[in-house]
T-cell receptor, first 113, second 115 residues
Framework: GAGVSQSPSNKVTEKGKDVELRCDPI?????LYWYRQSLGQGLEFLIY????????KSGLPSDRFSAERTGGSVSTLTIQRTQQEDSAVYLC???????????FGSGTRLTVV | AQSVSQHNHHVILSEAASLELGCNYS??????LFWYVQYPGQHLQLLLK??????LVKGIKGFEAEFIKSKFSFNLRKPSVQWSDTAEYFC?????????????FGPGTRLSVLP
């Protein structure tokens, strides 16, 4: 597609369950980023993939969070044993090169009840 | 659907020049408005945000933005730029009456400040 696609757009889950969030970047974009935005806060960096390099995981808030990027394209962000503080909008962005302008997806709103 | 436009793709200024980056959005309801910056080699960080109250918002590093509801605008300003302001700037909007939905970013503006 023409833009960055994220699914699902909304996810409500029970505390303690695992969730998977998907990001389909723009074809050919080598850089992919995950951010999250909690209520009343700005964007929080989570993880960054660039080509075949090892990802920058420095923003992941705990070991319950992990992400993969298969074949240099689609990425999945997994949150295990979700907690209420994980409730946020999770945003994915891609860019053709590192430090190029981003294109953002519309986000996945995660609500942990 | 909501959309965000930024007037300039690339702005080039000399140090000490004044800066204004335009941002316009399309949404008729209550909005939350943000400006983010990405410095070379770094990740996005929040410059400033508007949720309600005084429409003139002051952020970090001497930046400010003014929300003009009648113009659907949220322009970013700085009276005197520095070389270190070279970065990419993103305007973003989400619907305030359903926080977290329809979070939309503008395409970004690249600012180059010449020493």
């Amino acid at each position: 597609g023409a833009g960055v696609s994220q699914s699902p757009s909304n996810k409500v889950t029970e505390k303690g369950k695992d969730v998977e969030l998907r990001c389909d970047p723009i074809s050919g974009h080598t850089a992919l980023y995950w951010y999250r935005q909690s209520l009343g806060q700005g964007l929080e960096f989570l993880i960054y993939f660039q080509g075949n390099s090892a990802p920058d995981k420095s923003g992941l808030p705990s070991d319950r969070f992990s992400a993969e990027r298969t074949g240099g394209s689609v990425s999945t962000l997994t949150i295990q044993r979700t907690q209420q503080e994980d409730s946020a909008v999770y945003l994915c962005a891609s860019s053709p090169l590192a430090n190029s302008l981003y294109t953002f997806g519309s986000g996945t709103r995660l609500t942990v009840v | 659907a909501q959309s965000v436009s930024q007037h300039n793709h690339h702005v080039i200024l000399s140090e000490a020049a004044s800066l204004e980056l335009g941002c316009n959005y399309s949404y008729g309801g209550t909005v939350n408005l943000f400006w983010y910056v990405q410095y070379p080699g770094q990740h996005l960080q929040l410059l400033l945000k508007y949720f309600s109250g005084d429409p003139l918002v002051k952020g970090i590093k001497g930046f400010e933005a003014e929300f003009i509801k009648s113009k659907f605008s949220f322009n970013l300003r700085k009276p005197s730029v520095q070389w270190s302001d070279t970065a990419e700037y993103f305007c973003a909007v989400n619907a305030g009456d359903n926080y977290g939905q329809n979070f939309v970013f503008g395409p970004g503006t690249r600012l180059s400040v010449l020493p």
